[in-house]
């Protein structure tokens, strides 16, 4: 069974930093390309950051491009968002999302609450 | 930057068919999915590369796209159905959500 739980999130003062992980079980992580994706409080989805199989393609959202760093570890299996210089904007909660290609979402985790307030 | 854009709420009573749709410029040109999202819990992939469907999800659910438009269709409507619905689409290394349409099933 395919399984994503993020975790990292909580709160944090306008400016600070905070780092993003999830783990990944159930299926070859190495072999697939992941993203994260938000949603803040009531609002629609974001698309946050992309990053290959292998670790070498990587994008951005222009709203977090400068600030927010996305890597992974295959060995651990495991994904990270790096955020920094964080606004009250980047409320939200944080999903990573496995990507069996370069268009679709197919699995989420469950979700990771980031609160940026002072 | 490339937007999609879709109705914020679509009605539908049970057993009836229910269409949601997404607009963009030359949408037809590239693939499209759409997600489930029901309150408090993760979206959910419902259909993608325009039609096809993940396995689990009821055959109800069917996709289309052409032009500058890409429709949801639930044949059949069930009050399970009720939730806010996005579609998707990829363009030149982003990826770019509708602001979702909320199906109310009544």
Redesign the interface.
Known sequence: EVQLVESGGGLVQPGGSLRLSCAASGFAFSSYEM?W?RQAPGK????VS?ISSSGSTI?Y??SVRGRFTISRDNAKNSLFLQMNSLRAEDTAVY?CARSPD??????????TLVTVSS | SYEVTQPPSVSVSPGQTASITCSGDKLGNKYVCWYQQKPGQSPVLVIFQDNKRPSGIPERFSGSNSGNTATLTISGTQAMDEADYYCQAWDSSTWVFGGGTKLTVL
């Open positions: 993203n994706v629609g989805l974001e698309w992309y994008y959202a222009d999903y370069s268009g679709t979402f197919d699995y989420w985790g469950q979700g």
